[in-house]
């Protein structure tokens, strides 16, 4: 019989547009300077060549005009991407856990792995980040194949994955996305009774995930969770964002879709003052 101690939870996360307000794809083009990237993808995406999200690996062993990207370009990418607030507040808190409760993050996307690592250093474990894996040419640096891309269903074996590794029952798992790419695991997530979450107001997703939030503040995650899944009040989780450091600002609540404002807490004036 499983012990009050040991309820465990895999939250697993997109990052494009999830935790960050930029496309990996974008900041890369901008880099190499290639300015119509958006016509490529859209382009890529009306042949049905490649599944949704994984246009980028596509074109970087493809596309003459990025056929030049290195280690070294994705690297600088990931610190140009700008992410969302929080993030260290948020991987911190779920490595702690509540009582009762453990929580396993970890990040599937299907940007380069070297993009989404050099994006998250010193915040997420790289052996907690899943991206597409791509193989280098000793010689010349640049790409020459196409490992793994954690696109579409590829998102779903990674998962499975990660369920059979860390024992978590299909039941306790948690998935957060923001666009097309992300179909395919929710339904998956949503079929075997998990949790899924929307960050975006993305209409196909919306009918999809069981809760949608918008927010600019990566921790807004967890309003929901704590919320329908734990069952927690208002205060409850007013409570728990203070003790984080963070102020549950405003909280609209509409059908199936929360907007939320966090902010940091403002620091307390001194004594006297």
């Known amino acids: 019989m499983e012990s009050f101690v040991t309820r465990h939870y895999l939250l697993a996360s997109d990052f494009d547009q999830t935790l960050s307000f930029n496309d990996s794809g974008l900041v890369l083009s901008s880099l190499l300077g290639v300015t119509d990237y958006g016509e490529r993808v859209t382009g890529l995406a009306r042949t049905n060549l490649v599944q949704q999200g994984g246009e980028l690996a596509y074109l970087i062993r493809h596309d003459p005009d990025f056929r030049g990207v290195r280690h070294e370009h994705l690297i600088e990418t990931g610190k140009r991407v700008r992410l969302k607030s929080d993030i260290p507040a948020l991987v911190q808190f ?18 380069p792995r070297e993009i989404v690592v ?9 052996d907690h980040i899943y991206g597409t894996e791509l193989e280098f040419d000793a010689a010349s640096g640049e790409v020459q194949a196409i490992r793994r891309v954690p696109a579409g269903y590829g998102k779903v074996a990674v998962l499975e994955e990660l369920e059979r590794r860390l024992a978590v029952p299909a039941d306790r798992v948690i998935y957060v996305g923001d666009g097309s790419s992300d179909v395919h695991v929710m339904l998956h997530v949503n079929n075997h009774d998990g949790f899924t979450i929307a960050v975006s107001d993305n209409r196909q997703l919306a009918r999809i995930a069981r809760s949608t939030v918008l927010s600019d503040n990566a921790f ?15 205060g409850e989780i007013r409570a728990l964002l203070e003790h984080n450091g963070l102020t549950l600002h405003t909280w609209e609540k509409a059908a199936r879709t929360d907007h939320v404002q966090i902010d940091a807490l403002a620091p307390r004036a001194a004594l006297g003052e």
Do not use: C, H, N
């Open 118 to 126: 050099s994006a998250l250093e010193g915040i997420v474990a790289p």
């Open 220 to 234: 807004s995650i967890m309003v929901p969770v704590l919320d329908q899944i734990l069952d927690w009040r208002t």
């Open 94 to 111: 779920l490595g702690q856990g509540l009582a009762g409760l453990k929580f396993s993050f970890y990040v599937i996307s299907a940007a």
